[in-house]
């Protein structure tokens, strides 16, 4: 039995929601709300020490990183293969998911926190936002996260070095047009856990309202964006789990912050 604990807006469990979509395979939800510090709960810090989601049980066995769940859910569930079986388009596949880990995923937390969830966080009022910051452990979604995130709820897109995760985007949405000039997919002429690495990232700005205008000069990533998406997994491990209030939020807040945004990557 395949168990995930996870949250509607997460990037890093969308991508293995998606593999488990992918394979096939049945799965129960634990919903872990991370805009509230449920993910805090000591309980569920047994499981995940980081705090984080997600965290996948099978039949007892805690495997936490959501890269490795995928490499793990690949191992125990062959068919569909998403690792290629060249060794070069192996290695280049994890060229793609080692990128994803340091780089792509700490900019996408911050921007996402710049964009939209510091606006939900304050919701929480002066003392609950204290404690949810606070509450963040020292080696969390960075070694950097819990000082970092507080910059960017108390500050927004006046935290120090506000410029540099925005502009590492960029770089990697123009790293994907070069790489998709020579193959169909990320690593070659199959769909790979490159792509599913990557695939949120590109989500996540689309649910932004701001995908068009990274995109527009980068036809061949809003070629591969589309085919991502008519995938039948996709809005399963999406968009789905992403209650309605949370992806209006992510809509209205992302929309707003693009003259922030644009101001930023101009300025990078
Ligand atoms: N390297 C971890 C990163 C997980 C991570 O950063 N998860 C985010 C959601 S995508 C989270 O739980 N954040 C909690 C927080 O910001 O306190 C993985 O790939 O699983």
Partial sequence: MFELYHHGSS??????????????????????????????????????????????????????????????????????????????????????????????HPACAEITFACCHRHIV?????????????STPAQSVTPQWHARKKEIVMSGFDAPDIARPFALYDRYLQK????????????????????????????????????????RRRPRVTDWFARVKSRPTFNPAFLEWCPPDLTADLKTYGTQSWPDVQRVLQAA
């Fill in 176 to 215: 994907m047009e070069d790489t998709l000039a020579n193959s169909r997919w990320l690593t070659g002429d199959t769909f790979s856990l490159a792509d599913v690495g990557m695939a949120p990232y590109l989500n996540r700005l689309d649910m932004l309202g701001m995908l068009s205008q990274w995109t």
């Fill in 11 to 104: 990037v890093c469990a969308a991508k293995v929601r998606l593999v488990l979509g992918e394979k096939g395979l049945d799965w129960t939800g634990h919903y872990v709300d991370i805009l509230k510090g449920e993910q805090f709960d000591p309980v569920y810090m047994k499981l995940n020490p980081k705090a984080v989601v997600p965290t996948l049980v099978h039949d007892g066995l805690v495997v936490t990183e959501s890269t490795v769940i995928c490499e793990y859910l690949d191992d125990v569930a062959l068919t569909p293969a998403l690792r290629p079986s060249a060794a070069a388009e192996r290695a280049a596949m994890r060229l793609w998911t080692k990128a994803v880990d340091e780089d792509m």
């Fill in 122 to 134: 304050h919701r929480l009022g002066p003392d609950g936002v204290k404690q949810f910051l606070d």
